[in-house]
């Protein structure tokens, strides 16, 4: 990809191979999706990181991530629970906050146009696989529940958040002071390492002997979320680019994006004081990727060896 990939800072090579190779591979991911949207890269300007200009609109792209937790902070006896709506929502607020201190809608090319922060966790060992729901709350200042209507119906209504982590940390991102600047926030669970290798197997490395088994779970329209496995390469499967990305739109937004500026991703939005959403048929929001290696090239058409596989990859996820 670095024969297209045009290295502004001039140190994307370095940093790649030693300090920072997370960050920058998740800007080798975003300029791999809206290449993938039809999107051309204007790279004469240093900040923000992309401009993206075509039909579908321009705008900007300034990304960032969520770096390894300090050891020295004390999360006690916080539950699981705890964990995911009060300490992962304190680690997105950081890495948030520090880019809007950056003031970059104040420049003179990006003044009056789209501004979109991209931004993915690596905190903790795959913590990208299981804190979407944290940075959507951090951001809204809400949270979707389920309650029994008067009728004994199942519902699900938006909560409004406060704080996080003990009231330390302020919720709402969008209502913070400047944020009406930011258009919009990007993630994609699946943006790292793991997508380069499916969509490389699927483009034909690996010379017939590795297997990749993917597993997760993924959005359906108005449902919980559901476990799916699948084989990389199996039944004309293609993983495209943006597939995983999820936008959330900032209702507050002085430049909106509109939402077919990003085509194939999950939009979330509040209107009339809810939290909605709009997903594609299928769009993941966590997995994990299995790769299997052999010295012999890999029988593709040994159903029974394919099926053993994919029953066992089922199971685990089931069981998560």
């Known amino acids: 990809m670095m024969h297209w990939y045009e290295d502004v800072d001039g140190n994307f090579l370095e940093q790649f191979q030693t300090v920072a190779f997370d960050a920058r591979l998740w800007e080798l991911y975003i300029f791999a999706t809206f290449n993938e949207l039809g999107y051309a890269f204007d790279r004469e300007?240093?900040?923000?990181?992309?401009?993206?200009?075509?039909?579908?609109?321009?705008?900007?792209?300034?990304?960032?991530?969520?770096?390894?937790?300090d050891p020295r902070v004390n999360l006690g006896d916080m539950t699981q629970k705890e964990y995911y709506r009060e300490y992962v929502p304190k680690k997105f607020g950081s890495a948030l906050?520090?880019?809007?201190?950056?003031?970059?809608?104040?420049k003179d090319h990006v003044k009056d146009h789209p501004l979109i922060f991209a931004i993915q966790d690596f905190h903790e060992w795959q913590s990208m696989s299981w804190s979407l729901y944290g940075l959507s709350e951090f951001l809204f200042g809400a949270r979707k529940i389920k309650q029994i209507n008067?009728?004994?119906?199942?519902?699900?209504?938006?909560?409004?958040?406060?704080?996080?982590f003990g009231e330390t940390v302020t919720s709402g991102f969008f209502s913070f002071k400047d944020a009406e600047n930011i258009s919009c926030v990007i993630a994609n669970p699946g943006g790292t390492i793991a997508k380069f290798n499916r969509?490389?197997?699927q483009a034909g490395f690996g010379e017939g002997k590795t297997t990749i088994v993917r597993g997760g779970f993924c959005l359906k329209v108005d449902?919980?979320?559901?476990p799916f496995t699948y084989i990389?390469?199996?039944n004309d499967y293609t993983e495209t680019w943006v597939e995983g990305l999820t936008v959330f739109h900032?209702?507050?937004?002085?430049?909106?994006?509109?939402?077919?500026?990003?085509?194939?991703?999950?939009?979330?939005?509040?209107e009339n004081g809810e939290l909605l959403g709009h997903t594609p048929d299928f769009h993941p929001i966590g997995s994990t990727s299995f790769v299997l290696h052999s010295t012999e090239v890999l029988a593709s058409n040994d159903s029974d060896t394919r099926k053993f596989i994919k029953e066992k990859m089922s199971v685990r996820f089931k069981d998560e």
């Open 232 to 234: 990389v390469g199996e």
């Open 150 to 164: 008067g009728v004994g119906a199942v519902e699900f209504v938006t909560e409004k958040i406060d704080y996080h």
């Open 97 to 106: 906050y520090s880019k809007l201190k950056k003031r970059y809608w104040e």
């Open 250 to 270: 900032n209702p507050k937004a002085l430049n909106p994006l509109p939402f077919d500026s990003i085509p194939g991703a999950a939009h979330f939005f509040i």
């Open 45 to 69: 300007f240093e900040a923000p990181d992309f401009l993206c200009i075509s039909p579908l609109g321009r705008f900007f792209i300034e990304a960032t991530t969520v770096n390894p937790s």
């Open 223 to 226: 449902d919980l979320p559901q």
């Open 199 to 201: 969509i490389g197997l």
